[in-house]
């Protein structure tokens, strides 16, 4: 079993996504460890992007915090070498190709596997595009966290077929966001991937309160909350830990009714 596949040992798993270096990198650092005391079993690190195509208004902010504040995929790599002194929390980053490119590729997986990145989610590749790359990610153990969309069973059932880690399951078409109610056919989806692979499946885009929490940890193994999080720490700032705190406790009520 993989780092990443850990989180959902104790029962249903509760992830939190925030963006590196909003505000700085100390309190990235902080609120991380925040999110782990309150009750969250895996961390998602968004590298800050400048064409972030799957993110809503909230996250394109914090992005564009962070490029102001110079943080990119290399000072991403340092912080998490800082969070893993600090914490045994699976960690995952979420980023989109260019930079994991850039980096390059090899150099990218070898150093995730040095420092203690568990998995790598990248919403613009494609599991048609991930060639390149998964020999990297597995010779290094690192999971491609595969993301599924409302889209035809048999290509919900070819891109789960080399699943690890978690598979994340998007709630809705179109970009990640604070929805009053997520529309799409989610049993349907969550069938087809339980007869795919043994994987953990976990659901996010759009949820944010205790109601949609609890009704998602009934259908998958796992939640994922990002725009929320992301959302008090741009209106906090530096003080967010209390209300994060909360937050988290919330929506980790609503998953236990």
Do not use: W
């Not at 998602?216 to 994060?244: C, F, H, R, Y």
């Amino acid at each position: 079993m993989s780092h990443t596949s850990e989180a959902f040992k104790k029962g249903k798993a509760m992830i939190a996504f925030l963006t590196a270096g909003v505000p700085s990198m100390e309190d990235t650092v902080k609120y991380v460890l925040d999110l782990e005391k309150a009750g969250v079993d895996l961390i998602e690190i968004g590298v800050p992007f400048s064409d972030p195509i799957a993110d809503g208004p909230v996250i394109m902010e914090a992005d564009v915090k962070a490029l102001e504040n110079h943080i990119h995929l290399p000072q991403v790599m340092e912080l998490v070498k800082t969070l893993c002194t600090k914490t045994q929390i699976p960690i995952v980053l979420l980023t989109y190709y260019n930079p994991v490119f850039n980096y390059p590729s090899a150099r990218f997986f070898e150093e995730a596997k040095e420092i203690g990145i568990d998995g790598v989610i990248i919403p613009d590749l494609p599991f048609e595009e991930q060639g390149e790359i998964r020999p990297l990610a597995d010779a290094n153990g690192v999971d491609i966290i595969q993301m599924v969309a409302p889209t035809s069973e048999e290509r919900i059932r070819e891109s789960l077929r080399h699943a690890t880690g978690f598979v994340y399951v998007v709630s809705s078409m179109g970009v990640t966001g604070m929805r009053g109610h997520i529309q799409t056919d989610l049993r349907e989806i969550i069938r087809i991937a339980r007869e795919t692979t043994d994987t953990p499946l976990a659901i996010g885009f759009g949820i944010h309160t205790p109601e949609q929490a609890g009704r998602m940890a009934k259908l998958a193994d796992g939640v994922i909350t990002g725009s929320g999080v992301v959302d008090i720490i741009n209106k906090n700032g530096s003080d967010a830990s209390e209300k994060l705190t909360a937050y988290i406790r919330g929506l980790k009520a609503g998953m236990a009714e």
